[in-house]
């Protein structure tokens, strides 16, 4: 851990369930942060720790070397951060995006921080809040080598395994989303099979131990559909939440924009979208993924 006096000066924007995760990782490695949330609610909850909180995206630029951002979306981002009010404190320091965006988003806000005379780097966060705040996250990466290093010494708090993709903004998006793509399908088809076996009063447990963990064997997929899969056979919706059903749907909604963005087909996750609304409507806006099962199998 460097020493004070060699360390950044970090922002971070947005305390939501992965923002406080991010901010929390850095007060345990050393760092003195500065915070902003709109809601002052959330920063407030950091009065008592060694970070400053800020009441204004410009108060935290300004008091920060690098500004790490982690909003809802894209159009937070650019209602928040990429304006002309903020432009002036940005001017000179480094935004770091680790906000879930397409790769068009990403250029779109690299090409404002250029113009404004900020250095500006994509990362893309694959991990829950829980394991960014133990320092086993991996976080990838993409921006020129020189903005990579002058981030690297934040970026290695935060995470186990840092993967730098490209110098090309939006290739970690990309990367990213096509992960999400594939796992979206394979979480909803989890679900839809455990359906089955909930409505056939087949055994849920040999399902989840032998026909999926089994064929799985071992791994972070493994070890995601079999939680999912024990939180949707109990129902016991409100434990262990990782993200949020809205955070998923942000998510899924960037793997859709960018899909049609470079005209790739996407019905399928289309459904999944579906789903996903079926299961909010149900009331299920402080729920993990695995409440997507009561759209799939309604409780009776």
Same mark, same amino acid.
């Given at each position: 851990m460097p020493s004070n006096s060699d360390q950044p000066r970090v922002a971070v924007l947005g305390l939501g369930n992965m923002g406080s995760a991010l901010a929390d990782r850095l007060i345990a490695q050393g760092f003195d942060i500065t915070v902003w949330n709109r809601s002052p609610g959330k920063a407030q909850a950091y009065a008592r720790s060694r970070a400053l909180i800020a009441e204004s995206v410009t108060a935290a630029?300004?008091?920060?070397?690098?500004?790490?951002?982690?909003?809802?979306?894209?159009?937070?981002? =650019?209602?928040?951060?990429?304006?002309?009010?903020?432009?002036?404190?940005?001017?000179?320091?480094?935004?770091?995006?680790?906000?879930s965006i397409t790769a068009a988003s990403s250029r779109e806000l690299g090409a404002w921080a250029r113009s404004n005379g900020t250095a500006y780097l994509e990362g893309q966060i694959q991990d829950y809040p829980d394991t960014v705040r133990a320092g086993a996250a991996t976080i990838v990466c993409a921006g020129p080598d020189e903005i990579y290093a002058t981030c690297r010494t934040v970026l290695e708090a935060l995470a186990d395994r840092l993967v730098h993709a490209s110098?090309?903004?939006?290739?970690?998006?990309?990367?990213?989303?096509?992960?999400?793509?594939?796992?979206?399908?394979?979480?909803?088809?989890?679900?839809?099979?455990?359906? =089955?076996?909930?409505?056939?009063?087949?055994?849920?447990?040999?399902?989840?131990?032998? =026909?999926?963990?089994?064929?799985?064997?071992?791994?972070?997929?493994?070890?995601?559909?079999?939680? =999912?899969?024990?939180?949707?056979?109990?129902?016991?919706?409100?434990?262990?939440?990782?993200?949020?059903l809205p955070v998923w749907l942000a998510s899924l909604r960037e793997v859709l924009a960018e899909n049609r963005q470079e005209g790739l087909g996407s019905e399928h996750l289309q459904a999944v979208e579906k789903l996903m609304l079926a299961a909010l409507a149900a009331g299920h806006d402080d729920h993990d993924f695995a409440a997507v099962i009561d759209a799939i199998n309604p409780p009776d």
């Amino acid at each position: 851990m460097p020493s004070n006096s060699d360390q950044p000066r970090v922002a971070v924007l947005g305390l939501g369930n992965m923002g406080s995760a991010l901010a929390d990782r850095l007060i345990a490695q050393g760092f003195d942060i500065t915070v902003w949330n709109r809601s002052p609610g959330k920063a407030q909850a950091y009065a008592r720790s060694r970070a400053l909180i800020a009441e204004s995206v410009t108060a935290a630029v300004e008091a920060s070397d690098i500004i790490l951002v982690c909003l809802l979306d894209h159009v937070a981002t =650019m209602a928040h951060v990429a304006t002309k009010a903020v432009a002036p404190a940005l001017r000179g320091k480094t935004l770091v995006q680790l906000t879930s965006i397409t790769a068009a988003s990403s250029r779109e806000l690299g090409a404002w921080a250029r113009s404004n005379g900020t250095a500006y780097l994509e990362g893309q966060i694959q991990d829950y809040p829980d394991t960014v705040r133990a320092g086993a996250a991996t976080i990838v990466c993409a921006g020129p080598d020189e903005i990579y290093a002058t981030c690297r010494t934040v970026l290695e708090a935060l995470a186990d395994r840092l993967v730098h993709a490209s110098q090309a903004l939006g290739s970690a998006s990309t990367l990213v989303n096509a992960q999400l793509a594939f796992s979206f399908m394979t979480y909803a088809g989890m679900l839809h099979g455990l359906a =089955m076996c909930q409505k056939a009063g087949v055994s849920s447990d040999i399902f989840r131990d032998v =026909m999926v963990r089994d064929y799985l064997k071992s791994g972070p997929l493994a070890d995601d559909l079999d939680a =999912m899969a024990r939180t949707a056979q109990s129902r016991t919706f409100d434990e262990s939440v990782g993200a949020t059903l809205p955070v998923w749907l942000a998510s899924l909604r960037e793997v859709l924009a960018e899909n049609r963005q470079e005209g790739l087909g996407s019905e399928h996750l289309q459904a999944v979208e579906k789903l996903m609304l079926a299961a909010l409507a149900a009331g299920h806006d402080d729920h993990d993924f695995a409440a997507v099962i009561d759209a799939i199998n309604p409780p009776d």
